[in-house]
């Protein structure tokens, strides 16, 4: 029983990472911190998107349903929320537009629409920032652990070569130590790629719903422009 535990021990992922070259340890450590770092971006971001998402859906309802929009933006529109950004950004320039004593309705339709979309990208921008590190870790985690095994590999084959002995108890270890990296590899770009999808999806949704909302305020402000002596 005694050879099983040491084996086992010696299989375990603390001896395995103790026991590695010094090369495969920084890329493992490397490996480990980037895997923090993406579950730290899920995390936030994903907490984010469901408040979002959450605070505007009574946002925009109890918008729709304001009779008055200056005393609602008033009341609402410091709200830290895209949808209360892109209403604050079309009422600036619907009031820039229309205190003019003659008003160029459709110059001032086309800056309206321009200004909203221009807050709408603002936002994604926001949003997204940081989305980029899950890509950049889901594509470039795998090619770092294997180089990992790859170096750790090299070295336990010159090893082998340098005492002239190749059984399965001598390379086993070796061979498991570099392996262990791309499994680390593994580890940290799968949650990242599976994670970029869903909140890119998300992110795709968000942006939409700001794109309708500001379609159908432009399109409040359009027949309010129409009533404009």
């Known amino acids: 029983m005694t050879p099983a535990v040491n084996a086992a021990d010696m299989m375990s992922p603390l001896a395995l990472f103790q026991h590695a070259d010094a090369v495969v340890k920084t890329v493992m450590v490397g490996l480990l911190l980037a895997s923090i770092w993406t579950w730290a971006i ?105 180089f990992g095994t790859v170096w750790g590999i090299m070295r336990s084959f010159t090893a082998i070569a340098g005492a002239n002995n190749t059984s399965l108890a001598v390379v086993a270890p070796g061979i498991a130590e570099a392996l262990f990296a791309t499994a680390i590899g593994l580890f940290a770009a799968i949650p990242a790629l599976i994670a970029y999808n869903r909140l890119t999806h998300g992110l795709d949704k968000l942006e939409a719903r700001m794109g309708r909302f500001a379609d159908r305020f432009h399109a409040t402000l359009s027949r309010e422009l129409e009533l404009e002596a």
């Open 42 to 146: 899920i995390f936030t971001h994903a907490t984010r998107l469901k408040r979002i998402n959450k605070a505007t859906d009574t946002f925009e309802r109890d918008f729709w349903a304001a009779e008055d929009i200056d005393a609602f933006h008033a009341k609402r529109g410091k709200d830290n929320l895209p949808t209360a950004r892109i209403l604050t950004a079309g009422l600036d320039e619907w009031r820039r537009s229309t205190r003019v004593k003659t008003i160029d309705r459709p110059g001032t339709r086309e800056r309206l629409e321009r200004r909203m979309n221009a807050e709408v990208a603002a936002e994604l921008d926001k949003l997204s920032d940081r989305l980029n590190i899950l890509a950049t870790v889901a594509s470039a985690a795998p090619f770092v652990g294997l």
